[in-house]
């Protein structure tokens, strides 16, 4: 289950999806369509499966994201340049890179994840427990999840603006950075 959250990420991850011989879930989110610009070499490439992407290195906090929601973070981030935080893009929601959510929360000692979702039934749930369960001596604070309300989708933008999690991540990750 792949889930990009740059163009460069798309191509390569696409890449590998089209000569994997399972079969693969590629989202694309389409507010990222003409929002997102960088760089792709025009030369086939490739990237491997269940392998995140470490955007920035830091001391204070692990945020975890993908598609859209990493770009959320970033956005968040630029208010707050003395904070120190690692962030991860998943890139892959299936196979998912346990290996550096862990090394970064044993790191950090404090972790929160960012899906668009909702939260009831999201993979934040499954990522908390895997650090619970993995990580737990090294945790200073709970891990925090920020997803979508528990409503369905609405239209009017007003609405949409309450009902993603964009705004309360920022609420959140102050909280959990004083805990």
Request: include cysteine; aromatic fraction near 12%.
């Amino acid at each position: 289950m792949v889930y990009p959250a740059f163009p460069y990420d798309a191509k390569g991850l696409l890449n590998t999806a089209i000569t994997d011989p399972n079969p693969v879930l590629f989202f694309e989110h389409k507010g990222l369509y003409r929002s997102v610009r960088q760089h792709v070499p025009i030369d086939y490439f490739t990237l491997p499966f269940g392998k995140a992407s470490l955007i920035r290195n830091g001391q204070d906090i692990t945020v975890i994201s993908y598609g859209a929601g990493v770009h959320w973070v970033l956005e968040c981030l630029e208010k707050y340049p003395k904070v120190s935080v690692d962030i991860i893009d998943l890139r892959t929601l299936q196979p998912l890179d346990t290996q550096t959510i862990f090394n970064s929360v044993k790191k950090t000692g404090k972790a929160i994840i960012l899906q668009e979702d909702s939260l009831f039934g999201g993979i934040a749930s499954d990522i908390s427990a895997l650090i619970m369960e993995e990580c737990f001596k090294y945790l200073d604070a709970p891990v925090k999840r920020v997803a979508s309300i528990e409503t369905p989708i609405p239209f009017a933008k007003t609405l949409e603006d309450q009902y993603l999690p964009k705004e309360r991540f920022e609420t959140e990750l102050l909280k959990l950075l004083e805990y």
